[in-house]
């Protein structure tokens, strides 16, 4: 089933000429920085790197500034947009039981398409091209990426307290439709959404697997987020959450484990083993008091490590580069070594390590047949000179508002405060309703 989405009727009327930005400072494909050097763009592809040419191009003068992969925002729940700031102050448990699920449980499938489409303007305008989303209303978020032009791995989460089998779930028909509804998206994949060890059962995770088995489905799962959870799980069931998800076949494909705050080493040889993907959220787990997860023995382990941001409800942003701080500083600060983990290591996290988990080997790197997934920053600004360390630069100095263009698959969807795929005012308009609807 092929998708036709606003956004793509939107490109087939208006198609641009190609683009060559020129004047730019950027990360290619082996991830050297290079001044001076021209990127060009053809049907959603790079298609040129090098020195300044002449042609038919639209020319993007970046006047000096950076031009550099899109992040991918690794673990997100962005439909929660809508219930930033409602639970301030509190543990996760609490935060969870006292105020999020009740909350949630208001959320209508048109609630969670205008908080999506609301979380992608946020992110395409901080640089974000990409992200995976675990949520409820599979078909109302995924339509909502579709018409942003933005790209999201999708997993409905999937809770059970009781007895009955995954097929018994309302979440099964928000898969079947979600898969149909996804097959050969270029902007949309179908993950499973296993929520936790703590929210689902044995058997629910069973037949889970076996249907995304299936259908060669990615995974997505919260893992070890806090201390709490980890020894709950061992009291419950003599494992780990790791160990128990490993029991049950989980890792038997494309794996993102998001948090894994409180892994043990038995935990990270079973996650080297399968190449499972760590989703770490150092926001949202400082905010929540979780701590923070072991990111250089994850790395020396051979890990694939990404970034994200959690939901807004617990970050309280969808701001890569806030990510990106904390990573870079944070790890050095704890070990007292300012050598524990350097910026370019964060950048791979932020962007190709990303891309990686999502199953998308042909975006991530700027070079020549990869996909234009790329974001272009200003750097006249005073907090931004000088610069003898470019990727330094970007991790502890630069800021989401530095970002003038967003682009996904050589499309412009964010440049200079203009919104090309979506109505501002339409989805700010929106938002204000469901809000005080939710609120009243």
């Given amino acids: 089933m092929k998708i036709v989405t606003t956004c793509d009727i939107l490109y087939a009327v208006i198609k641009m000429s190609d683009i060559l930005f020129t004047n730019c400072n950027i990360m290619d494909g082996s991830l050297r920085w290079v001044t001076k050097l021209c990127v060009g763009v053809s049907s959603g592809k790079i298609d040129y790197v090098g020195e300044y040419r002449k042609g038919s191009f639209r020319e993007y003068d970046c006047c000096g500034g950076i031009l550099m992969p899109a992040f991918c925002n690794a673990h997100a729940h962005s439909a929660m947009t809508l219930l930033r700031g409602i639970g301030e102050d509190m543990p996760l448990s609490d935060w969870l039981n006292g105020k999020i699920f009740p909350a949630e449980a208001k ?9 999506t489409l609301l979380a992608c303007a946020e992110m395409m305008k901080y640089g974000t091209a990409s992200c995976s989303d675990m949520y409820f209303f599979g078909i109302d978020a995924g339509r909502a990426y579709s018409d942003a032009g933005f790209k999201a791995n999708f997993a409905p989460a999937i809770l059970c307290f009781d007895d009955r089998s995954f097929e018994e779930l309302p979440v099964y028909n928000d898969y079947e439709a979600l898969v149909e509804y996804s097959q050969g998206s270029r902007l949309l994949k179908t993950d499973l959404g296993i929520h936790s060890t703590y929210c689902t059962t044995p058997k629910v995770i069973e037949g889970a697997v076996r249907y995304a088995n299936d259908r060669k489905l990615g995974r997505h799962i919260h893992v070890s987020e806090t201390a709490k959870e980890h020894a709950e799980c061992i009291d419950e069931f003599g494992m780990t959450p790791t160990a128990y998800l490993e029991k049950h076949g989980v890792f038997d494909e494309r794996t993102v484990l998001a948090h894994c705050v409180w892994i043990s080493d038995d935990d990270r040889e079973i996650l080297r083993k399968h190449r499972v993907t760590v989703a770490s959220c150092p926001e949202s787990n400082l905010k929540l008091g979780s701590g923070f997860a072991p990111v250089r023995k994850l790395m020396d382990a051979g890990i694939n490590l990404a970034l994200g941001t959690d939901g807004a409800a617990s970050n309280n942003n969808l701001d ?7 990573a870079d500083i944070m790890p050095c600060g704890y070990r007292h070594d300012p050598t524990e983990v350097s910026s370019a290591e964060v950048l791979d996290m932020a962007t190709v390590n990303g891309a990686r988990l999502q199953g998308r080997s042909d975006t991530g790197v700027l070079a020549v047949g990869k996909k234009a997934d790329i974001i272009a920053l200003d750097l006249d600004k005073p907090h931004l000179y000088p610069n003898f360390d470019t990727p330094a630069l970007l991790t502890c100095a630069a800021h989401s508002s530095d970002v003038v263009l967003t682009m996904v698959d050589g499309k412009i969807l964010y440049e200079n405060g203009e919104y090309k795929t979506l109505d501002r005012e339409k ?9 005080k609807r939710l609120y009243a």
């Fill in 320 to 326: 890569m580069f806030e990510e990106m701080h904390l």
């Fill in 107 to 115: 959320l209508t499938p048109e609630d969670c398409y205008t908080a």
């Fill in 427 to 435: 989805v700010f308009y929106e938002a204000r309703a469901a809000v």
